[in-house]
């Protein structure tokens, strides 16, 4: 997974950063019975958080950052709101995984991601950027000549 995100962090842009984690953008821990709902939370079902949970391991949730930047995003809400009262202190108090992103990664993937989703982070967000990024995979490997379809 590394390896591809990777070369369509590369295919973006030139000069891409070295990153070595593929990270979750979005977890599921903590998020299981509830659904942030731009300032409201919405209950999820059993088969909700089911879907959930195999969404948040799917390649439009993943993208590169270095370990120790991985570490500090683990289950870490998106906005820096949401984060101001799970931290205790120290220098990323306050700071949620779009600001520790935006202030720590340099690669096109990641840039790209924070800008276009100021609010939130969501189920939906998940889906339309893992379409986007197997498009991308296809262009950047494509079949060889005279190989048949399968899809």
């Given at each position: 997974?590394?390896?591809?995100?990777?070369?369509?962090?590369?295919?973006?842009?030139?000069?891409?950063?070295?990153?070595?984690?593929?990270?979750?953008?979005?977890?599921?821990?903590?998020?299981?019975?509830?659904?942030?709902?731009?300032?409201?939370?919405?209950?999820?079902?059993?088969?909700?958080?089911?879907?959930?949970?195999r969404l948040v391991d799917t390649l439009g949730?993943?993208?590169?950052?270095?370990?120790?930047?991985?570490?500090?995003?683990?289950?870490?809400?998106?906005?820096?709101?949401?984060?101001?009262?799970?931290?205790?202190?120290?220098?990323?108090?306050?700071?949620?995984?779009?600001?520790?992103?935006?202030?720590?990664?340099?690669?096109?993937?990641?840039?790209?991601?924070?800008?276009?989703?100021?609010?939130?982070?969501?189920?939906?967000?998940?889906?339309?950027?893992?379409?986007?990024?197997a498009e991308l995979a296809c262009r950047c490997?494509?079949?060889?000549?005279?190989?048949?379809?399968?899809?």
């Amino acid at each position: 997974m590394v390896v591809l995100l990777r070369r369509l962090d590369a295919a973006g842009v030139e000069g891409a950063g070295a990153a070595v984690e593929a990270a979750p953008l979005s977890s599921s821990v903590g998020q299981k019975a509830e659904s942030r709902v731009v300032g409201r939370s919405a209950r999820r079902s059993s088969e909700q958080a089911a879907a959930r949970d195999r969404l948040v391991d799917t390649l439009g949730n993943l993208t590169l950052v270095s370990q120790k930047l991985n570490a500090s995003l683990s289950n870490r809400p998106w906005r820096d709101d949401e984060a101001q009262c799970r931290d205790g202190g120290g220098q990323l108090a306050g700071k949620g995984k779009r600001s520790l992103l935006q202030q720590w990664s340099l690669l096109a993937l990641n840039n790209e991601l924070t800008s276009g989703h100021p609010e939130a982070w969501t189920d939906d967000d998940i889906r339309r950027r893992g379409q986007q990024l197997a498009e991308l995979a296809c262009r950047c490997w494509p079949r060889p000549a005279g190989e048949p379809s399968r899809g």
